[in-house]
């Protein structure tokens, strides 16, 4: 009975082995937990970017048809089947029509690490006005001009 005893036992991790184990866990963890935490805001910004795209694209194809662009986005829906949405705040982005032949569409990034063109960091540094609740220092817009 004794010989089989020690023999479950012998094969059981030691305190120092789960130790390690759970400290490479725990290590890991942390390293993945904010890139992992992140991904939605990046889908969403990602999604922002596409629908100002899709949104230039239908501003383009009127002003080809009309020779000016809409004051509102609310005209292109001839050349969209919708105007789509913020995807957090289901709020329309932001268009400014400066004159018949240019344009500015806005959307407030969530993500304080994008970089690229057409990211304005401040909204002082955008080539026109962006939008009314646009803020110096913490902002950061993504926006396409024509």
């Known amino acids: 009975m004794r010989t089989s ?3 479950r036992l012998g094969k059981a991790f030691t305190l ?5 184990v759970i ?17 939605p805001a990046r889908a969403r910004d990602v999604a922002r970017k596409a629908d100002l795209q899709n949104i230039s694209n239908a501003l383009e194809l009127l002003y080809s048809d009309t020779g000016s ?9 001839n050349y969209m089947s919708a105007v789509p ?22 959307a407030q990034l969530e993500t304080a690490t994008a970089t690229g063109d057409n990211i304005v960091s401040l909204c002082a540094a955008a080539p026109t006005t962006l939008p ?11 926006y396409l001009s024509q």
């Open 23 to 39: 400290t490479i866990i725990g290590i890991l963890a942390v390293a993945l937990v904010p890139r992992i935490s992140q991904g």
């Open 5 to 7: 005893l020690k023999f």
């Open 69 to 77: 662009y809409p004051t509102a986005l609310s005209s292109i829906t």
């Open 132 to 142: 009314p609740n646009c803020s110096a220092g913490t902002n950061t817009y993504y």
């Open 85 to 106: 949405n913020d995807p957090s705040t289901s709020a329309s982005y932001t268009y400014t029509k400066i004159s018949n032949s240019s344009y500015i569409i806005a």
């Open 16 to 20: 120092i082995e789960l130790l390690i």
